[in-house]
């Protein structure tokens, strides 16, 4: 390689990798590594080390929306016509059917070993949560946690639809379990009757267990779906103190201007983030039979970020009917990202939003490149952003505590056995 080779061997106990490109940072930076930790970070200059030779090198990837639970059930379980409600039948019917311990742990466990290799280093998922289903998904999830404890930081958060929660009895102990493995009390949020009350309610209930609040609100292109002013109008007026994250939030894009900057400033004002799903959101929005999609219900990420409100981008489904593709490539959401909602022309800081942003909301100590920081880095063959966007970087190199992993991929025919269909 022109200029320098890629490091092919990093010492247990330390090494500086030389003239490293880091993102949205003018320059070229010498980073020091010290018993798995970044221990120094400075200007270039001449000495020994591994010459990057202007490689860029990014902190370990953090996605902040995942379904770990759901993944790769595709060639069992494929979305008839790729809709909505196609998603939401399909998989209804193979959690009912298939989702035991066993069955669950597999794809979970597939998934993570995907996104380390291309080199995430934390990840919330969001587990289906109606009963039974919480009772073997949650237990399963707090051992998955602690067998990959050291390797990835799990987070947890629930999901059913916000009337589900009308069962108090149910509702309680679903809060209890979130509480109990440190996790977020998550719903589905859309137009319903009562909705400020059932809001209010949520709001209470994750108050009173001390969790914090991530939500999937308005996931359609419904003009009149306007559950995020009153979920900010909700939280302001109880003075909720917990961490507010919604995702998808479509409907946002097909609201007058006057209406979008009214609930902008009122998010920003109850302090709520934003994490978006742009290739499930293309994916699934405005999809009719024979037609080109005109609306894409990518949410408003530009105006948002003017507004103050953080805003991060995730994987979200991966290879199950809400979203045939995937790999759990946070790189890949990124290009496709900037790609989809021209997050470039400049840059401006937008790799944040896979890396230092999720991290600060989701209370993780990953997604910077700083001195006294755990040395989780991912080293690509590119310079520029242009040069990292251009290609797939499969050849990227992903150090774990300053020592290089395995980035070979597990093998679909891994989970043949279980997809009961010929794949």
Request: negative net charge; hydrophobic residues 45%.
């Amino acid at each position: 390689m022109a200029g320098g080779g890629m490091p092919t061997c990093i010492p247990p106990h330390g090494g500086v990798l030389r003239r490293a490109c880091l993102a949205d940072v003018d320059g070229l930076f010498d980073i020091e590594l010290s018993d798995g930790l970044i221990a120094g970070l400075r200007p270039h200059s001449p000495g020994p080390g591994w010459d990057l030779a202007g490689r860029m090198v990014w902190p370990g990837f953090v996605d902040a929306h995942t379904h770990l639970d759901k993944g790769h059930i595709w060639p069992r379980a494929a979305n008839p016509d790729g809709s909505f409600a196609g998603a939401l039948r399909t998989v209804g019917a193979d959690r009912r059917a298939r989702w035991t311990v066993a069955d669950i742990t597999r794809r979970f466990e597939f998934g993570l070993r995907c996104a380390m290799a291309h080199g995430t280093v934390a990840i919330r998922t969001h587990l289906d949560s109606l009963s039974p289903q919480h009772r073997i998904s949650w237990p399963l999830f707090a051992e998955l946690r602690e067998t990959w404890r050291g390797r990835m930081t799990l987070q947890a958060s629930s999901l059913v639809p916000l009337d589900a929660l009308d069962d108090l009895s149910f509702a309680r102990e679903l809060a209890g379990l979130v509480a109990a493995n440190a996790g977020t009390l998550g719903a589905v949020i859309f137009p319903m009757p009562d909705l400020a009350r059932r809001i209010k309610a949520l709001l209470g209930l994750a108050a009173d267990h001390g969790v914090g609040l991530d939500m999937h609100v308005d996931e359609s292109l419904d003009k009149g779906a306007h559950s995020l002013p009153v979920i900010a109008e909700a939280a302001i007026r109880q003075r909720f103190t917990g961490r507010i994250m919604v995702g998808h939030c479509c409907s946002l894009t097909t609201q007058p201007a006057d209406e979008v900057a009214r609930t902008l400033a009122l998010m920003a004002q109850a302090g709520m983030a934003v994490v978006s799903l742009p290739m499930c959101n293309m994916y699934l929005q405005d999809r009719t039979a024979g037609q080109t999609p005109r609306r894409r219900g990518v949410t408003l990420l530009h105006e948002m970020r003017t507004a103050g409100v953080e805003v991060s981008v995730a994987s979200d489904n991966c290879r199950d009917p809400f979203y045939a593709y995937g790999d759990h490539d946070m790189l890949e959401v990124f290009r496709e990202a900037v790609r989809i909602a021209h997050l470039d022309h400049p840059f401006d800081g937008w790799s944040r939003a896979v890396t230092a942003t999720p991290a600060a909301q989701m209370g993780v100590p990953h997604g910077t490149i700083a001195v006294g920081s755990i040395a989780d880095l991912v080293i690509f063959n590119a310079r520029s952003m242009n040069e990292l966007l251009a290609r797939p970087q499969s050849d990227r190199i992903v150090l774990r505590a300053g020592q290089r992993i395995d980035t070979m991929l597990p093998d679909y025919a891994e989970l043949d056995d279980m997809m009961g269909c010929a794949t």
